[in-house]
């Protein structure tokens, strides 16, 4: 669940009395951030044998927290941005390295 404030850029547009903000028509940026939930985790193995339908399945937490939460921020030009995550608690409960996730991805804005 991302939650973020956005400053966009885009000009206003006039129209005979009328004046009216566009939004995604320039430069934008966005800063917050976001929580989430595991609600479920499953692996599937598969594996190259003489039996080919043989395959492995697990359910299970895998030592990996219930909840995550962090800190995002994008910058984007029209309906293209460049996205950047950091979750601020560790990815696994006990471990010996403290380890968090970041993410950087491209998003596309359709209208």
């Known amino acids: 669940m991302p939650l973020h404030l956005e400053l966009d850029f885009s000009k206003k547009t006039v129209s005979s009395n009328n004046s009216y903000f566009r939004t995604h028509q320039s430069f934008r940026l966005g800063a917050g951030g976001y929580f989430g939930a595991r609600l479920k985790s499953k692996q599937i193995l598969e ?35 460049l996205d950047v995550k950091y979750d601020l608690n560790p990815m696994f409960k006990s471990n010996v390295v403290k380890q968090n996730n970041i993410s950087l991805g491209i998003r596309f804005d359709f209208k």
């Open 47 to 81: 594996f190259d044998s003489d039996n080919p339908d043989f395959n492995n399945k697990e359910k299970g937490d895998f030592n990996v927290n219930n909840f995550i939460y962090g800190v995002s921020t994008y910058i984007g030009y029209k309906a293209t941005s």
